[in-house]
Structures are given as structure tokens and as C-alpha cells.
């Protein structure tokens, strides 16, 4: 199985903000510890949603953070 590679911190962080299920969830906790911030756009989530990584965390994790 492939692993996430440390240069996909970004699509890790689209990825909890799409799929945690609430504030006190694991992707929540993950999310926090990522301490991304700032101008995030529609179009950066839109970037980061297409990415092959991103399709990755969704097929391997979706359910379960």
C-alpha cells in the first residue's frame, strides 16, 4: 500500500477539513496540529481536491477521521 508522502501536508489539511466529523473527531485533532490558516481560497481547495493525493486519503481514510 502506498503511503502519504511528507509534501502533501496541503491536501492533508483539504482532506480533514472536508471529512471530520466534528469538533472533537481525529481528523478535527489532525486538522488542529496542521495549523493552516489564512487565505485559503475556493480555488486552492478545488486544486488540492483533484490532486492524486487527495483521492488517495479519501479511498484509504475517508470514513474514518
Known sequence: MRKLAK???WELAQFCMD???GQWSR???ILCRLRVGGNWSESL???LRESEA???LVANYGGKV
Open 27 to 29: 481528523g478535527y485533532r
Open 45 to 47: 481547495s478545488k486544486e
Open 54 to 56: 487527495y483521492a488517495w
Open 19 to 21: 471529512y471530520h466529523t
Open 7 to 9: 509534501d502533501h501536508y
